[in-house]
Structure formats: C-alpha cells, structure tokens
C-alpha cells in the first residue's frame, strides 16, 4: 500500500490550493482517509476526514475553509482549501484507515503518504 500527497506549493493569504492523495494497492472507497498537517515544531495534528460513508469531520480552525472529498473513480482523495492563511503553512500528510468511521486523531491511521508542504505568506 503507497499513499502519496501532492499538491502544496507557496500561496499568499487568502488563495486556494487543491491537495490530492493518490493511493495504489488500496481503495480509497472502502477506507477513511484521514488529512493531518505538521508545522514546524509542533505535533501533527489531524485537520479532516471522509469515512467509508462521505462522513466528514474537520478541526474546528479549518471549518468552513477546507472541504475533503473523494473520487473513487481515480482513486484520490481531495483537501481543497480555500482562504488560505500563514497559520496553514505545514506539511500536510494523508492517511488511511479501516473501513467505517473516521476520525482526527492519529492512532487510528494504519498507512500514512508523503508529505507535501504548504506554504501561505502575508
């Protein structure tokens, strides 16, 4: 199983970036994927989640600004975010878990992607 983010780049305060997660040996319709960051310094923290059942769930500092999807045709899951902020500047990582119920927090995630690093400046 290999999970690969992509997508980051350098942005400016208020633009948008699409991150996907693309999967191989795994889909994504019968896990939850999980979408965590890591800035510098700090813990990594659990940001969004789809479960197998589009259930999704997001940190509070990025409701109403990211939206998790997921495309069981190409086999990707989707982060678009939108109004980007310098406080999103992290790696973002993709996740995955068992079928059924998703959550933000770490132990629950079984295979983890790369990470792809995200930068927002002022």
């Known amino acids: 199983v290999q999970l690969q983010a992509s997508g980051g780049g350098s942005v400016q305060t208020g633009d948008s970036l699409r991150l996907s997660c693309g999967a191989s040996?795994?889909?994504?319709?019968?896990?939850?994927v999980g979408w965590f960051r890591q800035a510098p310094g700090k813990e990594r923290e659990g940001i969004s989640c789809?479960?197998?059942?589009?259930?999704?769930s997001y940190r509070d500092s990025v409701k109403g600004r990211f939206t998790v999807s997921r495309d069981t045709a190409k086999n990707i899951a989707y982060l678009e975010m939108n109004n980007l902020k310098p406080e999103d500047t992290a790696s973002y990582y993709c996740?995955?878990?068992?079928?059924?119920?998703?959550?933000?927090?770490?132990?629950?995630?079984?295979?983890w992607g790369n990470g792809t690093l995200v930068t927002v400046s002022s």
């Open positions: 040996g795994l889909a994504l319709n019968n896990v939850a």
């Open positions: 789809i479960s197998t059942s589009a259930f999704t």
């Open positions: 996740a995955s878990a068992g079928p059924g119920v998703c959550g933000l927090g770490r132990s629950m995630y079984d295979y």
